[in-house]
C-alpha cells in the first residue's frame, strides 16, 4: 500500500518527502550497496521532493557514471539518489524514513554484482 513518508539525512540539513510502497523494497548486493547498507524504494519523481538541504547534498558517480549518487556534505548520509536501473526515477534509501521499523520489512534481493541480468529481470516483471 502506498504511504507518504518524510526523511532525511542523519543531521537534518537534507529532508524530504516520499510516497511509495514499502513491500517494493528492494536489497542490492553491488560494491557501493553493500558498504552503505542501502534499501531502495524506487518512484517516479513525481513521487518525490526535497523540502531542504538541496544545496548540501554532494555527489559521488563511478563505473558508467549514470547513476549519480548523492549524500550529505555534513553528516555523510545517503538519503536518496538517481539510479542506474531507473534514471528517470529516485532511489529512496528506506533506512533514512522517519519511523520505519525495518525488521518489518521484506526486501526483494537484487543482485547488483550481476547488474545486467538483475536489471533485465527487474524491468521484465
Ligand atoms: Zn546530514
Not at 59 to 79: D, K, L, M
Request: hydrophobic share 35%; with cysteine; net charge neutral.
Amino acid at each position: 500500500m502506498k504511504k507518504t513518508y518524510a526523511g532525511g539525512c542523519h543531521c537534518g540539513r537534507v529532508r524530504f518527502r516520499v510516497t511509495g510502497d514499502l513491500a517494493d523494497v528492494l536489497d542490492c548486493n553491488c560494491s557501493v550497496c553493500t558498504k552503505k547498507g542501502i534499501l531502495h524504494l524506487i518512484v517516479p519523481p513525481e513521487e518525490f521532493a526535497i523540502l531542504k538541504g538541496e544545496d548540501a547534498l554532494t555527489t559521488y558517480q563511478f563505473n558508467t557514471h549514470t547513476a549519480t549518487h548523492r549524500f550529505c556534505s555534513s553528516c555523510g548520509i545517503h538519503p536518496f539518489y538517481v539510479p542506474r536501473s531507473d534514471p528517470d526515477k529516485i532511489d529512496i534509501n528506506v533506512r533514512c524514513l522517519d519511523g520505519i521499523d525495518i525488521a518489518t520489512l521484506t526486501p526483494k534481493a537484487f543482485d547488483g554484482k550481476n547488474w545486467e541480468a538483475a536489471n533485465a529481470a527487474y524491468h521484465a516483471e
